[in-house]
């Protein structure tokens, strides 16, 4: 399955932003769905994932009731809702995914290309 995450940019502290993933290839709905994020000089953590199905999620402490993830896997894509975005949000977002929903990046064997949102205080 090849990936493209899209929709990240410049926002307020306190803002929201919504990113896509969209999936191409094959069986898109037999994969669950992470996405990550990386911050200048830091290391690939995670932000949440979805199951293939779209029925159960999990996130991050960092993002969570601040954070939605979600899926149409009628259109190959999944999303990130992030709403009350602080500073310390600013990254690059990837999208993954796999067949066994985790939060271990390494196990992830499909990544998008990245989409850097930024946030201002």
């Known amino acids: 399955v090849q990936l493209q995450a899209c929709g990240g940019g410049l926002v307020q502290a306190g803002g929201c932003l919504r990113l896509?993933?969209?999936?191409?290839?094959?069986?898109?709905?037999?994969?669950?769905v992470g996405w990550f994020r990386q911050a200048p000089g830091k290391e690939r953590t995670f932000v949440a994932y979805i199951t293939s199905s779209g029925g159960a999620a999990y996130y991050a402490d960092s993002v969570k009731g601040r954070f939605t993830i979600s899926r149409d896997n009628a259109k190959n894509t999944a999303y990130l809702q992030m709403t009350s975005l602080k500073p310390e949000d600013t990254a690059v977002y990837y999208c993954?995914?796999?067949?066994?929903?985790?939060?271990?990046?390494?196990?992830?064997?499909?990544w998008g290309q990245g989409t850097l949102v930024t946030v201002s205080s």
């Open positions: 993954a995914a796999q067949t066994n929903p985790n939060y271990y990046k390494t196990t992830y064997g499909y």
């Open positions: 896509s993933c969209a999936a191409s290839g094959h069986s898109f709905k037999s994969y669950s």
